[in-house]
């Protein structure tokens, strides 16, 4: 296990969440990959912990479907196929027309102020060249939509479906190409909303989506083929 992370406290949650936290986040930034073993012993000494909060954590990622549980091996980081990521867009997609159409009849100036400034701080972002930083740009300006349709229900099924291909976007961030094209597309939704448009701005956000969903099956079939690849040398 070479990923890259650590625990942070919080003195407000228990720490069995601060784990299930901490490795929940580790998946979904691709810290660790799909397919990668998590082995209770080696995750509890990185984190400084018992392997219990592990052992919990564990079966709430299973739950989420972010980890699968192998027999005589153990837990893994769960692969998404085509059909899981299909699945999860083609709800995304009803929901966000919803958030969207929510929106336009009930943004307020100061909310529509608000995604203007989201939509200059992403295209700012892409300079940077920072993909984790970009993705969470992406997240904020696409967040201020959801939370507009004042649906606390609405926006806590929008996250978790969002989050569960986060670890795909960043991939899908590192074209230039793309990145452009997201700029564009963020500022098109805001004038659509801006305009009360709901048909454009569902037009725009489905097209945001189908082009997501395009390249990240790209890199879905280009990780099944290193695998196979990996498996053939062995």
């Not at 080696?42 to 549980?69: D, F, Y």
Request: net charge negative.
């Amino acid at each position: 296990m070479t990923s890259d992370f650590s625990v942070h406290m919080d003195e407000y949650l228990p720490l069995r969440d601060v784990v299930f936290n901490t490795l929940r986040q580790a998946i979904l930034k691709g810290e660790l990959k799909p397919g990668e073993r998590l082995m209770e012993i080696a995750l509890a000494e990185r984190l400084g912990v018992s392997r219990t909060p592990i052992r919990e954590a564990m079966r709430k990622l299973e739950l989420e479907g972010l980890v699968v549980m192998i027999p005589r091996r153990g837990a893994q980081v769960a692969n998404i196929t085509e059909k899981d990521l299909n699945d999860v867009l083609e709800v995304r997609i009803a929901l966000e027309n919803i958030a969207i159409q929510k929106a336009c009849s009930c943004m307020t100036e100061e909310d529509m102020g608000r995604l203007w400034v989201a939509a200059k701080e992403f295209e700012r972002t892409m300079a940077e060249g920072d993909l984790v930083r970009l993705a969470e740009a992406d997240v904020t300006f696409h967040e201020i939509i959801y939370k507009s349709s004042d649906n606390r229900r609405l926006l806590q099924v929008l996250n978790n479906l969002r989050e569960q291909i986060y670890r795909y976007r960043v991939e899908y961030l590192k074209e230039e190409e793309t990145r452009k094209v997201l700029v564009k597309e963020h500022d098109e939704l805001t004038r659509a909303i801006k305009d009360r448009d709901v048909e454009r701005a569902q037009e725009i956000s489905f097209r945001h989506i189908e082009n997501q969903r395009t390249a990240i099956i790209q890199s879905i079939r280009a990780e099944n083929e290193a695998r196979e690849k990996l498996g053939n040398r062995k």
